[in-house]
Nanobody, 126 residues
Framework: QVQLVESGGGLVQAGGSLSLSCAAS????????MGWFRQAPGKEREFVAG????????VYADSVKGRFSISRNNAKNTVYLQMNSLRPEDTAVYYC???????????????????WGQGTQVTVSS
């Protein structure tokens, strides 16, 4: 089992920045594919970014490319999502997700992950 706890959400004005963190426990972090998803009210959960267990491969949704950056610190069992140039349409609950794997590719669908955090709210005001 893997437990995931997100932090860092909040309220920010459009154009601002926020940094999310996700701390993992319960299993060797080094072999965890990690991802961030988000879900806005009335919409389906969507992929935001993912990072392979090695940290060498990252994938981003087109909507956040160039604005968001995912990274990880295996020594701290933590994955980060740096969000810059935030827009009102980025408002959502952001979820951290994980999957145990030795593969180096990064899944960009919810079914590629089987562990989920509780989510943290990000609100971007216009």
């Amino acid at each position: 089992q893997v437990q995931l706890v997100e932090s860092g959400g909040g309220l920010v004005q459009a154009g601002g920045s926020l940094s999310l963190s996700c701390a993992a426990s319960g299993r060797t972090f080094s072999f965890l594919l990690m991802g961030w998803f988000r879900q806005a009210p009335g919409k389906e959960r969507e992929f935001v970014a993912g990072i392979s267990w090695s940290g060498l491969n990252t994938v981003y949704a087109d909507s956040v490319k160039g604005r968001f950056s995912i990274s990880r610190n295996n020594a701290k069992n933590t994955v980060y999502l740096q969000m810059n140039s935030l827009r009102p349409e980025d408002t959502a609950v952001y979820y951290c997700a994980a999957q145990t794997t030795t593969r180096t590719d990064v899944g960009n669908t919810a079914r590629a992950y089987n562990y989920w955090g509780q989510g943290t709210q990000v609100t971007v005001s216009s």
